[in-house]
Each structure stands twice: as C-alpha cells, then as structure tokens.
C-alpha cells in the first residue's frame, strides 16, 4: 500500500519566487507523502489514491474551464497571482491543486478557498466565477473525501441523525470558538508584526517586502493594526498560520499551528521551490506564533474568551 503523510499547503511566496511542479517525475502516490512532497500534510499515512481519482475524474474538468488562463491560476500563468493551482497536465492536476494551501485550507468544504471563495462572492462569486450545484457536490464530495482519509477518520452518511457534527462543521466550530479568544493585545504582546515583517530568508530579503499587505495568499506586516485586520478576520489568511487537527475526530477537533504550510515554502518543495528559504521551525516568526497561539488557547482553556467569531471567507 502506498503510504503517506495532512494537508494545508501552503500558496504564499515571494513575488517572483514561486515556480510550477516540475513536470518530472513518476506517480505522486508513490512519494513518502502521497502527494509529491513529504511536508506532514497526511497525517494518518493514508493511501490517497480514492481522494485522486475523485478530483481527477469530477474536479479538475471544473478547476480548468473556471480557474486557468495566463492572467489566472494556470501552472503557466504569467498574471500577478502565484497560487498557480491548474496544472496544464491533467494527470498532475491533483498534485498541484493540493499543494497550495489558499486552494484546500485543512481540506473541510467549510473552510476550503477553493469553495468558500468562491461561495463569498455572491452572484458574481470570485473574479465573476460562481459554481453550479452539480460542481459544488463534487467539490464537496473530493474535500470531504481528502479529509476524511488524510486524518483517519469515516465521513458520516448523508442521512447522518441529528446532531451528529461532520468533520467540516467540526472545522467551522473550533476556528470561530479559537478566533473568539483572541485579542489584538496578545498580538501585539507576542510581536507578531515585528517577527512576521521583518523575518529574513537566506537571500536577506524580509517577509513584508511582499506580503504586507496580503501579496500571494499571505500577510505578514511590521504595520500591527494592518497585519491583525487581515488575519484575524480573513480565513483565507489565517489559515496559512492556524490550521485544524482532525486526526482524534470532530468531537476533538482543536486548532494547531499550521507548521506544514511554512514547511513546504522553507524548504522550497513543489509549487513553491523558487520561494527563498528559510528554517520552517527555528525562527522569530514562529516563536511569536507559539508565544500567540500559547496565550490563546490558555484563555481557551480556562473558558475567558469571548463569543465565538466566525472568521469571513
């Protein structure tokens, strides 16, 4: 059995810094993650070869015929995005999409970009895109089937009884109770700005250089009150830092740090190998993150935070 790794992969990278998937290379289900990078993102160890055949045989058509073009998200895209998700071989198509972290999130359909994008939009949804019911079951249908396998666990039936929580709505929950418990002090008092902003790559150049403002799915800002204003209320963005642990069940379900969606950019792995890299765990970036998150769930547990906040799409 081809075994394997979770996701959340990670879409941010410096402007010009971020490269397709190489078109080298056998089967992705025979890598040690089971997607073409071993970066942590399955965590069950799971053979993921159901999740592809679904997004090969329903989702890709969609993601091809609403997402690609040069001026969009085609691997080939010569536009100013870098979540270049719509790989130009069919066959890698599943690869690519699910090694950006702005596409698939934590791969819950409630907190997945590629649906809740999308669905944010309206009539117009995202860039004039919006999906038929038919495309968003099969949408639904893929996500729910990755996150089901990447954390060992069994997706209710659709006649589930009342009451029974589905690993998305699990998701929904404990990112709106964690979003609750922060507060703009602890922000600033764990220097999130300072250390996001001004954290340098090997090459020297700094984080907000690109990401200021929110460049290539990613926000990290010397501007405290810009920063916080993005990723405490975008889930877009916050997910590149948070992500959710499903792996004991949705009764369990709790946030974590998303360490595999700064591991796949540090080390420059497929889509993101042009991205300078940087130690993915010993840096003053994530040692602001532990000290935020720490205080966070400290309020968390000891039941003083405020009223659950759902974060907007």
């Not at 059995?1 to 810094?17: K, S």
């Not at 997607?35 to 058509?61: E, I, M, Q």
């Not at 536009?79 to 934590?106: E, I, M, S």
């Not at 003083?304 to 974060?311: F, K």
Request: glycine share 10%.
């Amino acid at each position: 059995m081809r075994n394997i790794l979770l996701t959340a992969i990670a879409a941010f990278g410096l402007v010009g810094c971020v490269g397709g998937i190489s078109s080298e290379g056998g089967d992705p289900l025979d890598s040690p993650d089971g997607d073409g990078n071993d970066n942590g993102d399955n965590p069950a160890g799971s053979d993921l070869s159901a999740a592809k055949a679904l997004y090969d045989t329903t989702v890709h058509s969609i993601m091809n015929a609403k997402c690609s073009g040069g001026a969009c998200h085609s691997e080939n895209a010569t536009g100013a995005t870098l979540t270049r998700f719509v790989a130009l071989d069919a066959a890698k198509g599943w690869q690519t999409a699910t090694n950006y972290t702005a596409l698939v999130g934590n791969f819950a359909a409630s907190a997945a970009p590629i649906l809740t994008k999308v669905k944010a939009g309206g009539i117009a949804g995202h860039q004039g895109k919006t999906y038929t019911p038919d495309e968003e079951t099969k949408i639904t249908a893929w996500l729910n089937k990755e996150v089901e396998l990447r954390n060992g666990q069994v997706a209710p039936p659709p006649n589930q009884p009342p009451g029974v929580e589905t690993l998305s709505q699990a998701t929904e929950r404990v990112l709106s109770e964690f979003a609750g418990c922060m507060t703009k002090t602890d922000f600033d008092a764990a220097n999130m700005a300072q250390a996001w902003g001004g954290m340098q790559a090997q090459n020297n150049q700094e984080c907000d250089n690109c990401h200021a403002n929110g460049g290539e799915g990613f926000v990290a800002s010397r501007l405290s009150t810009q920063f916080w204003n993005i990723f405490s209320v975008k889930k877009y963005y916050f997910l590149q830092y948070m992500t959710v642990d499903l792996t004991q069940g949705a009764a369990a379900a709790k946030v974590v740090i998303n360490t595999t969606s700064f591991r796949g950019v540090a080390t420059a792995q497929d889509p993101h190998r042009e991205h300078p890299t940087f130690n993915p765990t010993n840096n003053q970036g994530m040692n602001a993150l532990n000290t935020f998150y720490n205080t966070t769930m400290a309020k968390k547990t000891a039941g003083t935070c405020g009223a659950p906040r759902p974060l907007q799409n």
